[in-house]
């Protein structure tokens, strides 16, 4: 299975919303195109063969215009062609299973979908403008001959400008290149950290660029993540801040999120700034929680959050 | 009342359905022909009463409110006197001048005459032989029924937010705007009720009706009759009742309207709230766990396979965990194990991989036993008797289990899990094969899938915060190598305020967590979740229009889950939303899998 960059995977989220994981696909794919399923055969009643007409070559199709996809449609894939749409297809070479079943070179090239949640998005009329179709191009260009400042710099951009959705897969590629991320300059990670601090309405992308700028270790960056703690009521937020904090800071996180537990006034402020202290998972905000009033359920979930025996026991009692 | 038969006047039909409506009219019609007759629905009786005034002592001009078991009518010019009611002791409403009026469809309300005496919260009222002023939609005189006390009335209706069942929220249960009508079994299924009031509740007086003739202990009970007596009452309260369709109560097939009143303690009631659904017949082939032979579905979990291994490489920013080809004699699934530390060659003491081995498959054990809670589906970790001969599938009753392999990679980059899609669960299945199809596929949940993304970047993801205390390649200390040597004591639970232990217990059950609902996904799959259309066709699989981000087998159902949660047969699934404790089937597949609700016909 060939590499389009030379990444190991990973990330924190496994997809959720459409946008997801479509890099991971375009990275584990052999072939990336934009194509139409014009037709289906079932092979079997366990293999289905979709033809899908090639409309756009993002890479690898080799001048084909045409391909196969295998399909098993007694099994719970979660991406499977659909018959006359255009998509993004993310493939991965299937020629053995071709081999294996008997089937004809000629109604090749075979090849089966990558798994990863988003990787079949639509496209629309425009091929080429389509965002989908812009971010595939912008990975596959990056692997052939794209220098990695401009690619990094255009990324840059859509982690801040782009569409919901694709802008955090823009933000989670950075993440998962280190290399990439050494050549934004100081103003691009200004920008970002901003970003990562103001955004408030897309929560997903706003922990994306929080752990983005996390992995720069940038001077600052838990007390910058921490004003937003309260006007951003999503545990999950609240959460990635903790844990933030718990990597760049260790034990002293909890006294930096306490000096501004200090200062709140607002109610949901308080207690997600608990929360973010719970989440550090650290003894120091094992310590602190258990020093604060008893009756606050805001203390309560912090210390179910902290999810240490003593945490548990102290939460428990306070029913 | 509740356990006993209620009176044979005690009833209270909802609105029927045109069609039903007028066939019953039409059979009352023929059949009855005058005043003596046995209506096919119920009359229409006084089921809750309440006396509104300016003082505690009823005065002329002051209101009497009668609320009934049904919509009702009046008779045009007629007035509600004593001539129509029967109160209790010398009590009278005096000399009533004034016409009824109706205040909601089916709430009259009385104003008092000249001379009225009666005692709220003492004097009882039912209607009389002699009413000829409150009639139901079919135009029948309502007599008769218990007694009522006449209460005083604390000036608020209670209201009835909702009425469901099996718990099935709106956007489910065929109310919201993916249509569709919820299909049941004649009994089994429970009927929920929310409610409010700025008083308490009396749930003794609680009236659940239903359109159409339904069997009981007590016999057939005619639409509009209460039911609520021969229910059983799992919880009733001042917010919320639910109450379970015993086995002995049979609603017949086809079309029903089940409908609802509450009753504070003031006497005052709600309006009716109504809610419709579709009978149909639970056949073997339709019920997912039918019992003729197997007692119920049992889920084999197999950690064996073994078909290759893994290693690990630094990549900028975290570790990739590389597939080696080949089988090394130790389970795909260990394997992994000693990539995250949770495991190591020689530990000590030595105790530990089998205490390691024992906490997370228990732990898994009670997460599914958990997310299947109250669905006849059992869990085990030891293989029953048989074998599937090499079928992929074999009919349900003709083998014991269906098994699944937690094991390694999946035959695709990205997918956590494979499983055999079985409309209904009309077979057992095998979600261990490697070859399906003789296409090379391999079914069952893919650890590496995950494994491999969490130990790369970032840093701060709580998969790496939560493992790289013990993945030697994160720079850890693997559990059983800790330099004090006690982590048999911490995986025994002796050391509990030691940090150390609380990363291990931590790391076990979210793993166990992650897996535990990874499975009940696949498994869901192979026991008929979840088929596309709404019901009675399917479960919504597939609607993106009314459910974004569903697909075809899955819906994705995140409103009805609150922030960094998500239904269990959700299209995609990330670490942190699947060991999120609220993470679990929503509730319409949770009705599936209890039984409680089917699709197809």
Known sequence: MRQLLPIGSSLLLLGLLPAQDLRRGLVDADVVIVGRQVSKTAHDEDVVLHRVQVLHDVRGAAGNKALTVFDWPNLSLHLRPVPRQSRLYCLVDASAIATRLGLPATDGPYYKMVGWPGSNPLVGAEIPNDPNVRFARLLADSESGTPPGDTASALCTMALQGQAGLRTEAVHFLVERPDLQAKLDHLQWSKLVTRASGEVEDVVHKIALAELCAEQRLEGLLDALAVALGQVTDPEYARAVGRIGKLLHGEAATAKLEERLRIVGQPQDRAALLLAIGATNTASALETLLRLDAKDPAVKAALNEHRSPLAKEAAAQRK | ?601
């Open chain 2, 1 to 601: 009342m509740i356990g006993t038969a209620p009176s044979r006047h005690q009833r209270f039909p909802g609105p029927l359905p045109p069609r039903w409506a007028g066939s019953l009219l039409g059979l009352c019609l023929a059949a009855c022909g005058g005043s003596s007759h046995t209506p096919s629905d119920a009359l229409p009786t006084i089921v809750t009463a309440a006396f509104s005034g300016a003082s505690a002592t009823p005065s002329p001009g002051d209101t009497l409110l009668l609320f009934f078991s049904e919509q009702v009518a009046l008779s045009p010019g007629a007035l509600v006197t004593n001539a129509d009611l029967v109160l209790s002791g010398s009590a009278t409403l005096g000399n009533v001048t004034v016409p009824p009026s109706l205040l909601s469809p089916n709430t009259v309300s009385v104003t008092l005459g000249s001379g009225v005496d009666f005692v709220p919260d003492s004097t009882t009222v039912t209607l009389g032989p002699g009413n000829d002023a409150v009639r139901d939609t079919l135009g029948q005189l309502g007599t008769g029924g218990p007694p009522i006390t006449i209460g005083t009335s604390d000036g608020v209706l209670p209201t009835i937010a909702n009425v469901t069942i099996a718990n099935i929220d709106d956007a489910l249960n065929g109310t919201g705007p993916a249509g569709g009508t919820l299909q049941i079994p004649s009994n089994g299924w429970t009927l929920d009720v929310a409610y409010s009031d700025n008083g308490a509740i009396a749930t003794g007086q609680t009236q659940v009706t239903a359109s159409v003739t339904v069997n009981t202990t007590s016999g057939p009970q005619a639409p509009g009759t209460n039911l609520r007596p021969f229910l059983t009452e799992l919880s009733a309260n001042n917010t919320a009742a639910t109450y379970r369709v015993p086995a002995s109560v049979s609603f017949p097939l086809g079309p029903v309207t089940l409908s609802c009143v509450v009753v504070d303690v003031s006497g005052l009631g709600s309006a009716a709230s109504t809610f419709a659904a579709t009978v149909g017949a639970f056949t073997d082939q339709l019920r997912p766990f039918e019992t003729s032979v197997n007692p119920q579905q049992v889920w084999f979990l197999d950690f064996a396979r073994d078909v290759e291994a893994f290693t690990t490489s630094s990549i900028s920013g975290g570790v990739s965990v590389d597939i080696v080809g080949f089988a090394n004699t130790r389970s795909d699934f260990e394997d992994l194990l000693h990539v995250l530390g949770l495991l190591t060659e020689t530990p000590n003491p030595s105790t530990c991989t089998n205490l390691v081995l024992t906490r997370f498959k228990q732990n898994l054990l009670d997460d599914l036993a958990n997310l299947y809670s109250e669905a006849n589906v059992a869990f085990t970790l030891t293989q029953p008797g048989g074998s599937f001969g090499g079928n992929p599938s074999v009919p349900y009753n003709s083998f014991g289990y269906s098994q699944i392999s937690i094991a390694g990679s999946a035959s695709s980059p990205g997918v956590l899990g494979v499983a055999i899609f079985d409309p209904s669960n009309t077979t057992q299945n095998d979600d261990t094969r490697t070859d399906f199809g003789a296409s090379q596929i391999r079914l069952g949940i893919f650890l590496h899938t995950i494994v491999d993304a969490g130990m790369g970047p970032p840093a701060s993801s709580a998969f790496r915060l939560t493992f790289s205390p013990f993945a030697e390649s994160l720079g850890g200390v693997e559990i059983g190598t800790a330099a004090d040597g006690l982590d048999g004591e911490r995986l025994l639970g002796n050391l509990p305020a030691d940090p150390r232990s609380a990363q291990i217990d931590a790391a076990l059950a979210d793993l166990a967590r992650f897996t535990a609902v990874v499975t009940a996904h696949e498994c869901g799959h192979s026991v008929g979740l979840v088929q596309n259309g709404a019901m009675p066709v399917g479960l919504y699989g597939n609607d993106v229009a009314n459910f974004p981000g569903s697909s075809d087998g899955h819906i994705r159902t995140a409103a009805l889950f609150p922030p960094g949660a998500i239904n269990v047969m959700s299209p995609a699934l990330s670490y942190s939303l699947a060991i999120n404790p609220a993470t679990a089937f929503n509730k319409l597949n949770l009705a599936y899998l209890r039984e409680q609700v089917f699709y197809g016909n």
